[in-house]
């Protein structure tokens, strides 16, 4: 028969073996959180964030058809680029 036994634990092995586990990835997290708020707070990311999500979301939608047809085939420049220049016969629809 397998017995089962309590070991007691105290709280700072807990928090050393916890904190040895998740040092590195939370070490890197926030480093990454702290040059985030470095550009936010010296104004390079701030003033356009909005600007360049939308871009950033229009650029990830581009490949559906109706982002495509509504939007950017009447950008100006960019309005060629994104023309569906296939053929009839080799559309499936």
């Not at 700072?12 to 073996?17: E, K, P, W």
């Not at 495509?68 to 994104?82: E, I, M, R, T």
């Amino acid at each position: 028969a397998m017995s089962l036994t309590f070991k007691p634990t105290s709280p700072y092995a807990l928090g050393t073996t916890w904190l040895r586990r998740w040092a590195p990835a939370l070490s890197i997290w926030g480093a990454g959180a702290g040059t985030a708020a470095l550009f936010v707070r010296v104004g390079y990311l701030g003033s356009y964030s909005g600007l360049r999500t939308f871009f950033f979301i229009l650029q990830l939608l581009s490949v559906t058809p109706l982002v495509k047809n509504a939007f950017l085939v009447k950008v100006p420049l960019l309005g060629s680029y994104y023309e569906d220049k296939t053929p009839a016969s080799d559309k499936p629809f």
